[in-house]
């Protein structure tokens, strides 16, 4: 298995991470009665609830990428050390990424951010220039 395919599985992992802990910041600030119900009510999630869900949307735009490049570089065997190496900064940048948004800290969260985008342009490089 190549690496980006490793971080692939972790990725998934950190899929289910971010899915759990929303979840469970949701349900503790809008009642367990609302998470089994319809969920028509708007509740307001609080702070912390608002921002695991706006890091869960976040993850959930950028995964995507990860994905189809990950298995893109194992179709065309492609994967270099520098692909493997974008897989792993752009797997620890959102490891960083949750946490850093969760409490809180604007600049350190951007930097996760694009740290995270240059790990993926580093897994596109050998493909555009393919």
């Known amino acids: 298995m190549t690496p980006e395919l490793t971080y692939l599985a972790y990725a998934t992992v950190l899929l289910l991470v971010h899915m759990m802990v929303q979840a469970a910041a949701s349900d503790l600030v809008k009642g367990i009665p ?29 995964f995507p990428a990860f994905v189809a490049l990950a298995l893109t570089l194992k179709v065309t065997d492609l994967s270099t050390e520098t692909t493997a190496l974008g897989a792993a900064i752009w797997f620890w940048a959102r ?29 596109i490089l050998p493909l555009l220039q393919a």
């Open 34 to 62: 609302w998470a089994l119900g319809s969920r028509d009510e708007n509740i307001d999630p609080g702070v912390l609830g608002g921002r695991l869900e706006r890091a869960l949307t976040n993850y959930a735009y950028n």
């Open 95 to 123: 490891v960083a990424f949750l946490p850093l948004y969760a409490i809180g800290v604007p600049l350190l969260r951007s930097v996760a951010w694009v740290v995270s985008i240059a790990g993926l342009a580093m897994m």
